[in-house]
């Protein structure tokens, strides 16, 4: 019998929105995990203007906008809301993470905005394509959408009340679940968690056997403590593991070899359709790794968190993989990134050659998607891709990269990695406003540079990572 595989997959149907009641807007997603900001859209062609109607279940003011990113820099925005003296309504663009200023020309048309039942309904239209260097162009690829509101009608910092996801406008597909599709979950149970600002917990469980391969098509976050549970990691074991615990551990123990990532959710993500690796094992383990960044110290939290798993018997076209790239996050040598540094660069190389030693024939890897992470004093990360010692492409690239914001970024095409191609993930951190060394390690204070490729067809071969060679550092240099 097989055990369950974990394969990520891209859902192919197309479906209509039925939920939106307005012909104009046939599209509808919920932008939060609650609910609560829902966005509906429509168009009359792909050339003209589209239409956008942003519920938010409160009555101060609310605000959409266009990111590069997934944060406010860069961003095209509009604000609006009800105000004692009537409607306002502004279209805006973003230079950091502080109020967005008011574009001198405004592209949007406000169209209605109303209070009903606790809840600010704004209704507006702009053209699809920019109509000025303050606007986002839209385009047929994954656009992140964010959003924010107040609870009055006073336009100031929104606090928690913010978020992103990321819709494809133009080229719409809702979610869909297959017939006959199950879900397990992976996820800790009533562990109480020590006062440690840093706590990583374990869990190494046997999923059930299945007679046929299966796919899972949906990773859904299920988390108790949004505001300790920082991410979480699901590695599959090797058979050398035979049984299942439950304790405290380290990001990436190699107590008991299981490496693998076959999914997983960071601060600021959402559901993600597609996962997994592609092979077929039998009577195999997987390690739930939990990561909490309990800055207050609170000794009174108790979890139960973890990863909603939705798998179906109608398999899809493509076994896919995750590749692990970047800084090899271990303890065993150090590596310290100096303090009043307003940039300071990592570097993590992968060289496919050496694929072909584990898998013959290397086939391409078409890669479809990406994770990228770092702790708070990350700024940047580009993940290159070379070719004959020349750069060809980035594989990954976030110019602005927000802590707060992670997520599975769907690289709207396919970016295909032949045998013997390199790749170089680099990590641009600043630390001006720290008196001590920062360390590479598992503290959120500490540091890591690590790029995510989703990719198939699914190889052997989870891991690419490197470490800095410090051989040649003299301790004079580093303060």
């Known amino acids: 019998m097989s055990a369950l595989l974990f394969v990520f997959c891209f859902l192919l149907a197309w479906t209509k929105g039925t939920w939106a009641t307005d012909h104009t807007m046939p599209f509808m997603e919920y932008l939060d995990r609650d609910h609560l900001v829902c966005l509906k859209w429509g168009f009359d062609d792909m050339e003209g203007t589209i239409k956008f109607q942003l519920s938010v279940n409160s009555t101060g003011w609310v605000g959409l906008g ?112 297959p017939p006959n599709s199950k879900y397990i979950s992976a996820k800790v149970e009533n562990i109480t968690l020590p006062p440690n600002m840093t706590y990583y917990h374990c869990k190494v469980m046997n999923f059930p056997n299945l007679i046929t391969k299966h796919h899972i098509f949906q990773i859904e976050p299920e988390i108790e403590h949004f505001d300790v549970v920082h991410h979480m990691l699901l590695y599959r074991c090797p058979s050398s593991v035979v049984e299942s615990y439950d304790k405290p551990c380290y990001m990436g123990d190699v107590g008991d070899t299981c490496f693998g990532v076959v999914a997983s959710w960071a601060v600021g993500g959402g559901t993600f359709e597609l996962p997994d690796d592609g092979g077929e094992y039998s009577n195999v383990f997987y390690r739930l790794e939990i990561h909490y960044n309990n800055p207050l110290k609170k000794g009174d939290i108790t979890d ?155 190889i052997s071969i989870t891991t690419c990572t490197s470490h800095p060679n410090t051989t040649l550092v003299s301790n004079s240099n580093v303060p």
Not at 113 to 130: C, H, V, Y
Not at 398 to 419: A, R
Request: net charge negative; proline share 5%; aromatic share 12%.
């Open 66 to 177: 266009f990111s590069p990113n997934g944060g406010m820099k860069g961003s095209d925005i509009v604000i609006g809301g009800l105000g004692p003296n009537g409607s306002y309504f502004t279209d805006r663009h973003s230079t950091g993470n502080f109020m967005p200023l008011v574009d001198e020309e405004q592209s949007y048309t406000l169209l209605s905005l109303t209070e009903t039942d606790g809840q600010t309904i704004m209704t507006f239209q702009r053209s699809i394509e920019a109509c000025d260097d303050k606007d986002f162009h839209i385009t047929a690829q994954p656009i992140k959408l964010i959003y924010a509101y107040g609870t009055t009608d006073d336009i100031k910092y929104h606090g928690a009340r913010r978020g992103t996801k990321e819709v494809n406008l133009l080229n719409y597909m809702p979610r869909t679940s």
């Open 304 to 458: 139960n968190s973890g990863l909603r798993l939705y798998y179906t018997d109608q398999l899809r076209q493509h076994d896919v993989g995750i590749l692990t790239t970047g800084i090899l996050p271990m303890w065993h040598w150090t590596y310290s990134i100096p303090p009043k540094a307003p940039q300071f660069h990592s570097y993590g190389t992968c060289n496919t050659t050496h694929f072909s030693k584990l898998v013959n024939p290397v086939p391409d890897l078409q890669v479809f998607a990406v994770f990228l992470h770092t702790h708070l004093a990350g700024r940047k990360v580009r993940v290159g891709h070379f070719r004959d010692r020349k750069q060809i492409d980035f594989l990954g690239l976030d110019e602005n990269y927000d802590f707060d914001m992670q997520q599975i970024v769907s690289l709207g095409g396919i970016k295909t990695i032949q045998p013997h191609d390199d790749i170089t993930v680099e990590c641009t951190y600043n630390t001006s406003a720290r008196t001590e060394v920062t360390e590479m390690g598992l503290s959120t204070t500490d540091e890591m540079c690590l790029a995510f490729l989703f990719y198939y067809p699914a």
